[in-house]
């Protein structure tokens, strides 16, 4: 099996929903965007400073998995995404490779539901398994790890209790386990995506 690099965005976000600066006109807008850029830099920044690759992380992770299944895998380096999506044409794969796992990282970071809730972590990805011999899909879905709501057809994760922050303060106040409950997320969409290859 080939899998596929360049899986997650550049950034982890740090979003907060329904924040207060988004119900006042465009100015409350404009102010709240800044806020949660500002949070997301800062985030960001904590991440960099402990050395925190998310995207190796889950690699490690896919890898590990897959090898426990029987698998044997190869990692298919690549041009960057363009944008946060299963590749439209993929490369060549290594003699004897069966099938392209592709998955693609659409949002990873913390998400609050909003004003005075707390942030979590938050995943969200899309997987697929093509056949290399025709290109035939063999797989294909959605998982959400901590969702705003429900939805249908996709998998969803509840969060892990955990990793929950209060605030933005407490959200910075320790990089090491605001990389681990990232690091959590995306090892629980990495199990459940090889789950998917039963």
Known sequence: MALVEDSLPEKAIAYEVASVGSNFGLIGALID????????????????????????????????ALSAEGYRVAPLPGEARKKRD????????????DAWLDIAVVHYGYMSSGAGQPFRPTVGAKVRLVKVSDGSTLMENQIVYNPLNTMQGIITIAPNP?????????????????????????????????????
């Open 33 to 64: 965007t800044g806020i949660q850029l500002e949070r997301q830099d800062a985030v960001n920044d904590a991440l960099a400073g402990i050395q925190f690759d998310a995207e190796g992380e889950l690699e490690t992770r896919l890898m590990s």
């Open 86 to 97: 299963w590749l439209g044409t993929y490369p060549t794969a290594p003699a004897g490779t």
């Open 162 to 198: 955990e990793y929950a922050f209060r605030n933005r303060s407490d959200l910075l106040a320790d990089p090491a386990r605001l990389a681990a409950g990232i690091e959590d997320a995306l090892n629980q969409v990495a199990d459940t995506a090889i789950q998917l290859l039963r």
